[in-house]
Every structure is written in C-alpha cells, then in structure tokens.
T-cell receptor, first 114, second 114 residues
Framework: AQSVTQPDIHITVSEGASLELRCNYS??????LFWYVQSPGQGLQLLLK??????LVQGIKGFEAEFKRSQSSFNLRKPSVHWSDAAEYFC????????????FGKGTSLLVTP | DAGVIQSPRHEVTEMGQEVTLRCKPI?????LFWYRQTMMRGLELLIY????????DSGMPEDRFSAKMPNASFSTLKIQPSEPRDSAVYFC????????????FGQGTRLTVV
C-alpha cells in the first residue's frame, strides 16, 4: 500500500528565509501525492498535488514541490517564508487498500520567527 | 459553495454519553471521509463512503463507533458510549471522486469526553 513519511516533526525558520519540508513516499508505480496545510483550529487546505507529468508542481500561496523518483521524495518548498505560513503541513497519498482515501503523514509543524 | 459543513464545532460530554457528529459535504461530491486527529496518532481515516455506501470502515476503532450516510448531503458519526480516549478532533471531508482529486475538509469537531 502507498504511504508517506514526514521525517521532521518541527521546523523553525526565520521570516524571509527559504523553506523545505520533506516527504518520502513508498510505492512502486508513480504515486499520486498531495501537500495540505492546517492553520490552528482549522481544517486542511490543499496546497498542491502531483499526478504525473512535470515533476515540479506549483501550488497556492507561493509553494512548490518537486517529485523525485530516484529519491522517493516529494518535498515542499517556498523561497521566502512569511509569518502567516506558520502552520502544520501534511503530505498525503491515496491508499488503494482504502478505496483510495487519502493517507496522511504525521505532519510537520512550521514555526516562523521574526 | 459553503464548503464542507460540520457541526457542532465543539462538543464536551461526559463519559458514557452518546455523541453524534454531523457533516454536510459539498454538493455534487460523491465521496465522503471521516478522519480523526490526535497528537499521538495524527490523522487517521475512520470510514469512507462512495455514493452513500460505506466502502471501507476498517479504521473505525471499535463497535462503539458507527457512521451513516442516509443521503448524498448528510452524514453522521456516532460514538456510543463515549470514553475519554475518544477525545480528538474529528474531520469530515468530501471529494468528487476518491484519491485522484482534491479532498475538501470541514473545520472539524473538537470532542472532549470527561
């Protein structure tokens, strides 16, 4: 079954600095991959998704992610972080064993310092 | 569209009481998901409906949990009897079709069982 792992529980970056959040997937074929963001007290919002084609995917709020098959990774990046980006970030992929409902990683909590 | 609507937003109940969480998916979406979020276990899929039919309920923790989708615009998640370890944030999500396209999340119901 397809699954994702987020190795970093917490990440702290300074406002204006670049950001990279890691996501590793385990699946033989080309996976479907998603990044979601959760602001405090809110539900999850889709940032971007990868199905096939161009390995560099652009999302909302200035985020992008790159699919790298050789590294089994789908890392999320942003060139310059804003204080409003502080949130919980989840990588996800559909699980064929569950009717393709999304399975989520444990999440990475992003703290942005002044 | 108003998005996925969950009610109540917060619920505090005593151990042993019945709790019912409600969800109205986005009109036209034929897939509905219930997730539970805790610090220890992250986001867990509880049950997935497609066209009002439960497809996978393997994530439902115990017989105390039950979910129904009597029509395309309404679903409930019931816990009877509730226990303190059921305290969590419960999310409902819907999508046009499972896995491939974006799942839209409600704002969640924060359940506290005392």
């Amino acid at each position: 079954a397809q699954s994702v792992t987020q190795p970093d529980i917490h990440i702290t970056v300074s406002e204006g600095a670049s950001l990279e959040l890691r996501c590793n997937y385990s699946y033989g074929a080309t996976p479907y991959l998603f990044w979601y963001v959760q602001s405090p007290g809110q539900g999850l919002q889709l940032l971007l998704k990868y199905f096939s084609g161009d390995t560099l995917v652009q999302g909302i709020k200035g985020f992008e992610a790159e699919f790298k098959r050789s590294q089994s990774s789908f890392n999320l990046r942003k060139p310059s972080v804003h204080w409003s980006d502080a949130a919980e970030y989840f990588c996800a992929s559909p699980n064929s064993n569950s009717g393709y409902a999304l399975n989520f990683g444990k999440g990475t909590s992003l703290l942005v310092t002044p | 569209d108003a998005g996925v609507i969950q009610s109540p937003r917060h619920e505090v109940t005593e151990m042993g009481q019945e709790v019912t969480l409600r969800c109205k998916p986005i009109s036209g979406h034929n897939s509905l998901f219930w997730y539970r979020q805790t610090m220890m276990r992250g986001l867990e899929l509880l049950i997935y409906f497609n066209n009002n039919v439960p497809i996978d309920d393997s994530g439902m923790p115990e017989d105390r949990f039950s979910a129904k989708m009597p029509n395309a615009s309404f679903s409930t998640l019931k816990i009877q009897p509730s226990e303190p370890r059921d305290s969590a944030v419960y999310f409902c999500a819907s999508s046009l079709s499972p896995g491939v396209v974006e799942a839209f999340f409600g704002q969640g119901t924060r359940l506290t069982v005392v």
